[in-house]
């Protein structure tokens, strides 16, 4: 079945280091892939997307490509900010459905001033 | 614009007993959605509405949870008995259209369940 695996958190960086989160991904056919951020007391958020191999995402200088051959879409960011403390979903579809959403389970990033 | 409002935010009950969630989506959003990350682990689908009628409800575990949505507006998830492995976070979410604008899904902030 379709499911999504990322690195176990919790992950502390210093402010200005390079983040990455890992995520990989089992999936028939060509699904799209998405990273969600959930900042403390907010809901989910979409924060980027890629919907078919070789895209990239990006957005608030987060990217994330998607790798069909090592079937891949890890987070990356050059430079973190304190502000960017929040916990991370991985996730894909293979439908247009928001039902038919898999989660990975998360990865809790907080970054030291 | 209000967001999806969820109520409570935190819940502590004990084992057997019943316990109510309540969802405000989005004023005007046919299409609401229940999650839940129980554990930790990753977040899952429980149910869908769209306004007062069950989409899809291939996610809820059991008999002991409840869904509704009388008159189109907001949602109720009841859970009776309550057990130890009900603890976890859930999740609301809505949406105007029902597919394939993911950029549109807005989720509420979530009511931690404590069960003891």
């Known amino acids: 079945g379709n499911s999504v695996t990322q690195m176990e958190g919790p992950v502390t960086l210093s402010e200005e280091a390079f983040l990455t989160i890992n995520c990989t991904y089992t999936?028939?056919?060509?699904?799209?892939l998405f990273w969600y951020v959930q900042y403390p007391g907010e809901g989910l958020q979409l924060l980027l997307k890629?919907?078919?191999?070789?895209d990239k995402g990006s957005n608030k200088g987060f990217e994330a490509t998607y790798r069909k051959e090592t079937t891949s879409f890890h987070l990356e960011k050059g430079s973190v900010q304190v502000s960017d403390s929040a916990v991370y979903f991985c996730?894909?579809?293979?439908?247009?459905?928001?039902?038919?959403?898999?989660f990975g389970s998360g990865t809790r990033l907080s970054i030291r001033p | 614009e209000a967001g999806v409002t969820q109520f409570p935010s935190h819940s502590v009950i004990e084992k057997g007993q019943t316990v109510t969630l309540r969802c405000d989506p989005i004023?005007?959003?046919?299409?609401l959605y229940w999650y839940r990350r129980v554990m930790g682990k990753e977040i899952k689908f429980l149910l869908h509405?769209?306004?007062?009628?069950?989409?899809?409800e291939s996610g809820m575990p059991n008999n002991r949870f409840l869904a509704e949505r009388t008159g189109g507006t907001y949602s109720t998830l009841k859970v009776q008995p309550a057990e130890l492995e009900d603890s976890g976070v859930y999740f609301c979410?809505?949406?105007?259209?029902?597919?394939?604008?993911?950029?549109?899904?807005?989720f509420g902030s979530g009511t931690q369940l404590s069960v003891l």
């Open positions: 979410a809505s949406s105007q259209d029902g597919r394939g604008v993911y950029e549109k899904l807005f």
């Open positions: 996730a894909l579809t293979r439908y247009s459905s928001a039902s038919k959403i898999i």
């Open positions: 509405f769209v306004k007062e009628s069950k989409q899809d």
């Open positions: 004023s005007g959003h046919d299409n």
């Open positions: 890629a919907t078919k191999a070789d």
């Open positions: 999936a028939t056919g060509y699904p799209s």
